[in-house]
């Protein structure tokens, strides 16, 4: 069982759009349509920000956005605002009850 | 609102065991939605699920720290626990106590995560 491959950083002017991507296999991200995303700022829990691929939680902002094609799961914020600056982290379920994390991506707006 | 809170010591020496608990309050630790989880943060690295277990005890360990982790839920309480034998520096982190909502296939709700570390 290995980390989700997430790109170490990513960044974006406010007003902007970026995604973030989440590399997994077959085994994973690839099998089961159980990809979750978390926004982390550092000292605080981490909160839900997308379920199932691509299924927000009621009260995250219609801005982020999820997909996935293949082994690989996208999470995308469109207009960026200074408060989403934080890192972010995949999640898959990997199978025999056993759940998988990215490496995570810290965000950083411009 | 569901609400969980780490608490344990921060400071295990190399080969002990660290010990963790996480309390449960406003909702059920017996649930059915739910299971009980523990994950943690090594300093500069990302998340790593540690285990879960269910309420009636059912437990399901990340592979890579199976032989060294234990994980025990106390109903009377609204308490489940981590126990992480044979710890090195490598153990050192934010460890998080969180539910995971089967429903969604999400770990739903966090506690604010404890700083363990490892040292003499």
């Known amino acids: 069982q290995s980390a989700l491959t997430q790109p170490a950083s990513v960044s974006g002017s406010p007003g902007q759009s970026i995604t973030i991507s989440c590399t997994g296999t077959s085994s994973d991200v690839g099998n089961y349509n159980l990809v979750s995303w978390y926004q982390h700022h550092p000292g605080k829990a981490p909160k839900l920000m997308i379920y199932?691929?691509?299924k927000r939680p009621s009260g995250v902002s219609n801005r982020f956005s999820g997909s996935k094609s293949g082994n690989t799961a996208s999470l995308t914020i469109s207009g960026l605002q200074p408060e989403d600056e934080a890192d972010y982290y995949c999640?898959?379920?990997?199978?025999?009850?056993?759940?998988?994390f990215g490496g995570g991506t810290k965000l950083t707006v411009l | 609102q569901l609400q969980l809170q780490e608490s344990g010591p921060g400071l295990v020496k190399p080969s002990e065991t660290l010990s963790l608990t996480c309390t449960v309050s406003g909702g059920s630790i017996n649930s059915n939605s739910y299971y009980w989880g523990w994950i943690r943060q090594p300093p500069g690295k990302g998340l790593e699920w540690i285990g879960n277990i269910y309420y009636s005890g059912n437990t399901y360990y990340n592979p890579s720290l199976k032989s060294r982790v234990t994980i025990f839920v106390d109903t009377s309480k609204k308490q489940f626990s981590l126990k992480l034998s044979s710890v090195t520096a490598a153990d050192t982190a934010v460890y998080y106590c969180a539910g995971y909502l089967t429903a969604q296939g999400v770990f739903d709700v966090w506690g604010k995560g404890t700083t363990v570390t490892v040292s003499t």
């Open positions: 999640c898959s379920y990997a199978g025999s009850n056993t759940w998988v």
């Open positions: 199932e691929g691509s």
